[in-house]
C-alpha cells in the first residue's frame, strides 16, 4: 500500500533550520517525482518545492528559494526538506506528496499520494 511518512516538524525561532524527511514505500518511491507542500491555518494548500526522480531536477516556490532545499536518497527511499533561515510566514502543516512520473510539477492535482502532514511552527 502507498505510503508516506513525513518527520522533523517542530517549534523553532525565526531564523532557525529544520530538516523534514519523508519515508515512503518503495512502491510509492520509485520512478516517482516528490515534491514538498504546506498549508497554514485559513489558506490553501501551496506548493513548496518538488524533485525529479533522479534529482536532477528541481523547482522551488519564490517564497523558499535560496531558503529551503529539496534531495532525495533514492536507496532510502526518503526525500528531506532542508528549511534555512525560517520566517513566521513559514508556519504550517507541510506535506510530502508523490506523482507517478519522473518529472516534477507544481500543481497539487498532479500528485496521486500525499503524507499525513508534519507541523513546523516558526515564532518571532
Known amino acids: 500500500q502507498a505510503q508516506l511518512v513525513e518527520s522533523g516538524g517542530g517549534l523553532v525561532q525565526a531564523g532557525g533550520s529544520l530538516r523534514l524527511s519523508c519515508a515512503a514505500s518503495?512502491?510509492?518511491?520509485?520512478?516517482?517525482?516528490m515534491g514538498w507542500f504546506r498549508q497554514a491555518p485559513g489558506k490553501e494548500r501551496e506548493f513548496v518545492t518538488a524533485?525529479?526522480?533522479?534529482?536532477?531536477?528541481?523547482y522551488y516556490a519564490d517564497s523558499v528559494k535560496g531558503r529551503f532545499t529539496i534531495s532525495r536518497d533514492n536507496a532510502k527511499n526518503t526525500v528531506y526538506l532542508q528549511m534555512n533561515n525560517l520566517k513566521p510566514e513559514d508556519t504550517a502543516v507541510y506535506y510530502c506528496?508523490?506523482?507517478?512520473?519522473?518529472?516534477?510539477?507544481?500543481?497539487?492535482?498532479?500528485?496521486?499520494?500525499w503524507g499525513q502532514g508534519t507541523q513546523v511552527t516558526v515564532s518571532s
Open positions: 506528496a508523490a506523482r507517478t512520473t519522473t518529472a516534477p510539477a507544481e500543481n497539487i492535482a498532479d500528485y496521486t499520494y
Open positions: 518503495a512502491r510509492t518511491f520509485n520512478s516517482h517525482a
Open positions: 524533485i525529479s526522480w533522479g534529482g536532477g531536477s528541481s
